[in-house]
């Protein structure tokens, strides 16, 4: 039983690969040494002419994220614990990078937000978006991730339970789903 127990632990801390398939209800996932390089989502459809640009804009938010570092220490002759943090500023800028003359063709950065396990994470992507015919595809690239309350920064993210890479890759998969709605 304790054996059985360990054994179950040990699974669970692990943190199991998770791999392209396995995330294929959310797009076209490209891994690179297990880290999320690309999502591709292709949606059919007719869109409003010169409505990329207009929902890009609308839609994508690319605001400044706070990171908080938060740590302590224990006062060498007074005994007590005190607690000490810091706040910088990261990412935020421009969302628009490039539009096509005819507007068929859109370049933007974002930054978008998702909670794991009761953790707030910032989520910063670059999304080309093509229209060709009746089809647009929306490609992400430069996924990365970073915990608001931990001040480590921006890594790219794991394809391993745990990382918070399914609830990262929803997050984007709704990005494109408001823009859709936007541009009907």
Same mark, same amino acid.
């Given at each position: 039983?304790?054996?059985?127990?360990?054994?179950?632990?040990?699974?669970?801390?692990?943190?199991?690969?998770?791999?392209?398939?396995?995330?294929?209800?959310?797009?076209?996932?490209?891994?690179?040494?297990?880290?999320?390089?690309?999502?591709?989502?292709?949606?059919?459809?007719?869109?409003?002419?010169?409505?990329?640009?207009?929902?890009?804009?609308?839609?994508?938010?690319?605001?400044?994220?706070?990171?908080?570092?938060?740590? +302590?220490?224990?006062? %060498?002759? &007074?005994?007590?614990? =005190?607690?000490?943090?810091? *706040?910088?500023?990261?990412? $935020?800028?421009? !969302?628009?990078?490039?539009?096509?003359?005819?507007?068929?063709?859109?370049?933007?950065?974002?930054?978008?937000?998702?909670?794991?396990?009761?953790?707030?994470?910032?989520?910063?992507?670059?999304?080309?978006?093509?229209?060709?015919?009746?089809?647009?595809?929306?490609?992400?690239? +430069?996924?990365?991730? %970073?915990? &608001?309350?931990?001040? =480590?920064?921006?890594?790219? *993210?794991?394809?391993?339970? $745990?990382?918070? !890479?399914?609830?990262?890759?929803?997050?984007?998969?709704?990005?494109?789903?408001?823009?859709?709605?936007?541009?009907?």
């Amino acid at each position: 039983m304790r054996l059985a127990a360990v054994a179950l632990l040990a699974m669970m801390t692990s943190g199991c690969a998770t791999s392209p398939s396995d995330l294929a209800r959310f797009g076209v996932v490209e891994l690179e040494s297990q880290n999320v390089k690309s999502l591709s989502i292709t949606r059919e459809g007719s869109a409003k002419a010169g409505s990329i640009p207009k929902c890009v804009a609308i839609t994508i938010r690319n605001d400044s994220v706070a990171m908080t570092q938060s740590s +302590g220490y224990v006062g %060498a002759y &007074t005994g007590s614990y =005190y607690q000490a943090s810091s *706040i910088r500023e990261v990412s $935020g800028g421009s !969302v628009t990078q490039y539009v096509a003359p005819d507007g068929s063709e859109v370049v933007a950065r974002g930054e978008a937000k998702f909670t794991t396990s009761l953790v707030e994470r910032s989520l910063r992507y670059t999304l080309n978006i093509k229209q060709v015919a009746n089809q647009r595809t929306y490609k992400f690239t +430069g996924i990365e991730q %970073a915990g &608001t309350t931990n001040g =480590y920064g921006y890594h790219k *993210i794991a394809a391993r339970t $745990g990382t918070g !890479v399914e609830q990262a890759l929803e997050s984007l998969s709704a990005i494109v789903d408001e823009l859709e709605y936007c541009m009907k």
